[in-house]
């Protein structure tokens, strides 16, 4: 759950101002591409989608439920969903290889992939990065959602990551860091991919894990656990609140 609200203000920017990408498209050959590689964050892309007309919206009252197209990993029985992640470290390989197919069949759509801070821990990540740089894929667009907790602590206490921007750059990645959840400074940077010609574009965006619920903000304890009853109703009115 607060994995989802970390990432709401990218999900919004990229499916309702980025993504060339329709209900009407969503087999058009042509169409952007956007892997959610922190799969555990589905429930999020699953509204997204919902509003942007995918699917109705009544049917997130099907999520996690035994037999349902909404699954608790995204999965892509559900309309718009375009891989079906959940192992962490495997969203941004998939990427990279949509976006070879891409420039070896000429095509000229972008695959966008959006991944934690947390799977950054994983090689296979690293991996992808130095085969997308080898490969020039600027088609190819990284969103790290940098909440700075993965599922047991604090990154820089499991296994820090800084200079993570370096990092990216040193893989041969053009790399632009920003407020995650400044919906402006976030279409901005968005707007300009590729960074530059040549090269894979990584969007580092420093977010909050929970964002909006004043008890889940940064707080270990919400990246697995759901809130119910009082705290359901309170996190909701939190929410409506602000909207």
Partial sequence: MAGSLSMAELLAVLYARIL???PEGVDDPDRDRLILSKG????GLYAVLAECGFFPIDSLESFYRDGARLAGHVTCGAPGVEASTGSLGHGLPIAAGTALAAKRDRKTYRVFALLSDGECDEGST????MFASHHR??????VVDYNKIQSLGR?????????LAAK???FGWS???VDGHDVEAVEEALSRVPFEPGRPSCLIAHTVKGKGVSFMENDVLWHYRWPQGEQYEAALAELEAQS
Avoid: F
């Fill in 20 to 22: 060339r990408l329709t």
């Fill in 40 to 43: 555990h964050g589905c429930v």
């Fill in 126 to 129: 690293w991996e992808a990065a």
């Fill in 137 to 142: 894929l600027d088609n190819l667009i990284a």
């Fill in 155 to 163: 990154v820089e206490e499991i296994l820090d990551l800084e200079p």
């Fill in 168 to 170: 990216w750059d040193s």
């Fill in 175 to 177: 790399v632009r860091q």
